[in-house]
């Protein structure tokens, strides 16, 4: 039994040692960002951000054709026909003299006067889906903002708890030297010095454990960002808890009136109304104008040639056209019902997401004051549980269990810290404001 302890010391020595000697590894140099500069960059490279700009360019475009169909099309033409001097004509059947040249141009213009107002209708709904895509846009600009909050946040969490974790080796070499004095003044039993030790082995692993965790977080944040390293994120200065610029009722009346997915939704619905009148004016008749001029002549000169012009006005109705505006406008109406659900729907997932933002930012910030409270009550207790312990009164599994739940609090305390920020840039990012 005796040798038996003895090379268990020894054991105990020779791993001390290695670990002294090996130690944590030298932090290898690692670029840092900050969160302003990392939302700045992830918004300039996001795919998603870059077709909602796309689809407001589309619908601009769209608008724009739909005001150019009040401008009349203009177009023009020229020709020349040689023909030999002699030739024959099928109308007498002889060969006949003379010059046939001839040389013409032309130029003509149309413009609907009336299409049952369709016209108007297009325009209405490109204006809708104007403010429909700057909405989508808008909304995908607060998703890309939160989706880079929470990789940023995800690393400074997993940075905060590797320090908590690093914090608990020194905690536990603290407790192992406290063990090792009583042991050497007879006051304590080997099993002290062992159950100590084998704390401070767990919490060399648990910060190995941490260190991987942070690396992936890091790494995480830089591919956001279009870096193949890890990334260091910089700590900002207001982490910590702050009043909301608006009262309960004006955040949720705010997600159901201003939020960018009801506005995209609610100007979806115009949009589908517009297009059920547009289908609807195929029922009317259509007027027509159109004119222009024509330049003849048979010798290749400006001088001289006949010129004439000619106006027309045409008024057109479809009796029958085998069922398509009938088809068109079942169409349109679907479509509009649809629309109109969708928009409603949406006002109320506005709400009901943002108060569950809501209750989650809240419920953050009482555990933050939760969790400093229990920060400071662990550390008290770990405190008089050593005491206790140096006395004789307590037992190392005190010691520990005190030493233990004194970094759990510390754990709390970060997570519920990120857990706020990360609420927080969720209400944001519903709302599509800045708090």
């Known amino acids: 039994m005796k040798m038996t302890t003895l090379c268990l010391g020894a054991m105990l020595v020779l791993g001390e040692t290695l670990a002294a000697q090996i130690g944590p590894p030298p932090p290898e140099p690692m670029a840092s960002i900050s969160l302003e500069e990392a939302i700045r960059i992830a918004l300039r490279r996001s795919p998603t951000l870059a077709q909602a700009d796309q689809a407001v360019g589309n619908a601009e475009e769209s608008q724009r054709t739909a005001r150019g169909a009040f401008l009349p099309s203009l177009s023009m033409s020229s020709g020349a026909s040689l023909r030999s001097i002699q030739r024959f004509d099928s109308n007498t059947d002889r060969i006949v003299t003379g010059s046939s040249d001839s040389y013409n141009a032309g130029l003509s213009a149309s413009m609907d006067v009336f299409q049952g107002g369709a016209r108007f209708d297009e325009i209405a709904r490109s204006r809708a889906d104007i403010v429909a895509a700057q909405a989508r846009r808008e909304t995908q600009r607060f998703n890309v903002t939160l989706q880079t909050k929470i990789f940023f946040f995800q690393a400074l969490e ?73 990334v260091a994120p910089e700590i900002p200065d207001d982490l910590d808890p702050r009043p909301l610029r608006l009262s309960e009722e004006e955040i949720l009346a705010s997600a159901e009136d201003q939020a960018p997915t009801v506005i995209a939704a609610e100007e979806g619905a115009r949009a589908s109304m517009a297009g059920l009148k547009a289908a609807q004016s195929a029922f009317l008749p259509t007027v027509r104008i159109r004119g222009g001029y024509t330049w003849a002549n048979q010798g290749a000169s400006f001088s001289g040639g006949d010129l004439s012009w000619n106006t027309n006005v045409t008024l057109s109705y479809s009796i029958f056209n085998r069922f398509t505006r009938g088809a068109s406008i079942a169409r349109a109406e679907y479509s509009d019902r649809v629309a109109r659900f969708q928009a409603e729907d949406a006002r109320l997932a506005a709400r009901q997401n943002a108060d569950g933002a809501l209750r989650a930012v809240t419920t953050a910030e009482r555990a933050i004051a939760i969790a400093h409270e229990a920060v400071a009550v662990s550390d008290e207790d770990l405190r008089v549980v050593r005491e206790r312990y140096r006395l004789g009164v307590a037992i190392i599994l005190d010691v520990i269990t005190s030493q233990i739940s004194s970094d759990q609090a510390r754990v709390d305390l970060v997570r519920a810290r990120y857990d706020y920020l990360v609420a927080r840039a969720e209400l944001e990012s519903i709302l599509g404001r800045e708090l």
Not at 170 to 177: K, R
């Open 158 to 230: 997993q940075q905060d708890l590797l320090e908590v974790a690093t914090r608990r080796i020194d905690q536990a070499e603290q407790s192992l030297d406290l063990t090792r004095r009583r042991a050497l003044a007879g006051e304590a039993t080997r099993s002290d010095t062992l159950r100590a030790r084998l704390e401070l082995i767990n919490a060399r692993q648990n910060v190995l454990t941490s260190e991987v965790r942070t690396r992936a977080a890091r790494f995480a944040l830089g591919r956001h960002v279009g870096m193949s390293e890890p």
